[in-house]
Nanobody, 115 residues
Framework: QVQLVESGGGLVQAGGSLRLSCAASGTIFSHNAMGWYRQAPGKQRELVATITSGVAGNYADSVKGRFTIFRDNIKNTVYLQMNNLKPEDTAVYYC?????????WGQGTQVTVSS
């Protein structure tokens, strides 16, 4: 069983930065894929970034060059560093992990970017 707990969301002005954290409990290995997704009001959940074996994978085009995903395997934590935030980044951000064919989700953390 895996539990994911996100933190680090909040209210920030456009151009500001936030760092989201996702702490995983249970059996998570460095080779397990983890990722960040987001869901804005009235929209579908969308991929933000993924990471596997310490190597960042996909980034959504809208966040490339502004967001960075990385993980600390000793702490079993994956991070999302978000710079130059824009109002359109406002959403609930979710962490997920793929383990033995099962996808686990965290409860989400709200990010609000004011203009």
């Amino acid at each position: 069983q895996v539990q994911l707990v996100e933190s680090g969301g909040g209210l920030v002005q456009a151009g500001g930065s936030l760092r989201l954290s996702c702490a995983a409990s249970g059996t998570i290995f460095s080779h397990n894929a983890m990722g960040w997704y987001r869901q804005a009001p009235g929209k579908q959940r969308e991929l933000v970034a993924t990471i596997t074996s310490g190597v960042a994978g996909n980034y959504a085009d809208s966040v490339k060059g502004r967001f960075t995903i990385f993980r600390d395997n000793i702490k079993n934590t994956v991070y999302l560093q978000m710079n130059n935030l824009k109002p359109e980044d406002t959403a609930v951000y979710y962490c997920n992990a793929l383990l033995r064919g099962t996808i686990y989700w965290g409860q989400g953390t709200q990010v609000t970017v004011s203009s």
